[in-house]
């Protein structure tokens, strides 16, 4: 196959691969409306329909809207700018409620402006622009709450065709993941013993109790115990096990699951070596020159734990799921 060939052969595949991640972007990756705490606290920042979003929202107590629109949190500056009608390059608004913990306060990376455009080529063509989960979704989805919440640090914006070159040298690291913690890239079959067991022995009940010996039928009643939690064997825990097809036994086992839980198994600096490797691997491989402000490598993969506890509010509209 000549270059040209390749070449064509590459932009189909990227073809198909742009079709199968979906239409292109026209909204912003990064939104960089900020949030204040009702102290002046800057907890987040966030796209423009979020910020909305507490602007039409009330508190069902007080009537009260759960934000306000400010031009700036010192208050001479806010009342300056109003006199003269100056108005901030973002929108800017302050909570009337006391929320649930202080977001990403003192948190020099979240609460930093970041740029629309790829961290590899500096490209700011939206439409070109994709989402990239430095750290594969498909590891991600499996791990705890507390490293999933604390997502955002590793998702940058990226153009297409440079994301799909990465994914190419992903893929390679995936296959070596695969050999070190025994995980099929397509999965594999996991079988449940003790509910294959339970359904055997129930059946075996069933269909010939009365000729199995007092020794073995207490043996499978301790497997039915075994699985159920149950001290007693009784006639409606048999015919359940009895309806319950052996499929149900076994189930696929995704190859992004196998590896996290075998992860997992070494605690929160395993977990810290396992991220930190694919940032390294990204660097390594795309050598981005427009990464955002603060991004580090060795950033910890956990989030920190809320700074105070939740005051109740409740809201008139559907609730917004923070981030």
Same mark, same amino acid.
């Given at each position: 196959? #000549?270059?040209? *060939?390749?070449?064509? *052969?590459?932009?189909?595949?990227?073809?198909?691969?742009?079709?199968?991640?979906?239409?292109?972007?026209? #909204?912003?990756? /990064?939104? #960089?409306?900020?949030?204040?705490?009702?102290?002046?606290?800057?907890?987040?920042?966030?796209?423009?329909?979020?910020?909305?979003?507490?602007?039409?929202?009330?508190?069902?107590?007080?009537? +009260?809207?759960?934000?306000?629109?400010?031009?700036?949190?010192?208050?001479?500056? =806010?009342?300056?700018?109003?006199?003269?009608? %100056?108005?901030?390059?973002?929108?800017?608004?302050?909570?009337?409620?006391?929320?649930?913990?202080?977001?990403?306060?003192?948190?020099?990376?979240?609460?930093?402006?970041?740029?629309?455009?790829?961290?590899?080529?500096?490209?700011?063509?939206?439409?070109?622009?994709?989402?990239?989960?430095?750290?594969?979704?498909?590891?991600?989805?499996?791990? &705890?709450?507390?490293?999933?919440?604390a997502n955002s640090h590793d998702v940058v914006a990226i153009v297409n065709d440079?994301?799909?070159? /990465?994914?190419?040298?992903?893929?390679?690291?995936?296959?070596?993941?695969?050999?070190?913690?025994n995980a099929p890239i397509n999965g594999q079959k996991e079988v449940n013993h003790?509910?294959?067991?339970?359904?055997?022995?129930? #059946?075996?009940?069933?269909?010939?109790?009365?000729?199995?010996?007092?020794? *073995?039928?207490?043996?499978?009643?301790?497997?039915?115990?075994?699985?159920?939690?149950?001290?007693?064997?009784?006639?409606?825990? %048999?015919?359940?096990?009895? =309806?319950?097809?052996? +499929? +149900?036994?076994?189930?696929?086992?995704?190859?992004? +699951?196998? !590896? !996290?839980?075998? !992860?997992?198994?070494?605690?929160?600096?395993?977990?810290?070596?396992? !991220?930190?490797?694919?940032?390294?691997?990204?660097?390594?491989?795309?050598?981005?020159?427009?990464?955002?402000?603060?991004?580090?490598?060795?950033?910890?993969?956990?989030?920190?734990?809320?700074?105070?506890?939740?005051?109740?509010?409740?809201?008139?509209? &559907?609730?917004?799921?923070?981030?």
């Amino acid at each position: 196959m #000549n270059k040209k *060939n390749r070449r064509n *052969n590459k932009k189909g595949d990227l073809k198909n691969w742009l079709i199968s991640k979906g239409s292109l972007r026209t #909204n912003k990756i /990064y939104g #960089n409306c900020k949030v204040y705490s009702p102290s002046g606290n800057l907890m987040f920042l966030c796209v423009e329909k979020k910020a909305k979003w507490y602007l039409d929202r009330f508190d069902k107590n007080t009537g +009260e809207p759960l934000a306000v629109k400010i031009r700036n949190i010192n208050p001479i500056i =806010n009342s300056l700018m109003t006199l003269f009608g %100056i108005y901030p390059k973002e929108l800017k608004i302050q909570l009337n409620f006391e929320p649930k913990d202080e977001g990403n306060r003192g948190d020099k990376y979240s609460l930093s402006k970041k740029e629309n455009r790829c961290v590899v080529t500096g490209k700011r063509v939206l439409k070109n622009l994709t989402t990239h989960h430095i750290t594969p979704h498909e590891y991600r989805k499996y791990m &705890s709450e507390k490293y999933k919440s604390a997502n955002s640090h590793d998702v940058v914006a990226i153009v297409n065709d440079k994301h799909y070159e /990465y994914e190419l040298e992903a893929d390679k690291l995936k296959l070596k993941l695969a050999k070190k913690y025994n995980a099929p890239i397509n999965g594999q079959k996991e079988v449940n013993h003790l509910l294959f067991y339970a359904i055997k022995s129930a #059946n075996a009940i069933k269909n010939h109790g009365d000729k199995i010996p007092e020794k *073995n039928l207490e043996l499978h009643k301790e497997k039915i115990r075994a699985y159920s939690g149950q001290k007693r064997v009784t006639q409606k825990l %048999i015919d359940k096990l009895i =309806n319950t097809d052996f +499929e +149900e036994a076994s189930r696929m086992k995704s190859h992004g +699951e196998i !590896v !996290v839980e075998k !992860v997992m198994l070494g605690g929160d600096e395993a977990m810290q070596e396992f !991220v930190e490797m694919w940032r390294k691997h990204f660097i390594k491989h795309m050598k981005p020159k427009y990464m955002p402000k603060y991004w580090d490598i060795k950033r910890p993969a956990k989030r920190p734990v809320p700074k105070k506890d939740s005051e109740e509010i409740r809201v008139i509209g &559907s609730h917004w799921p923070f981030c």
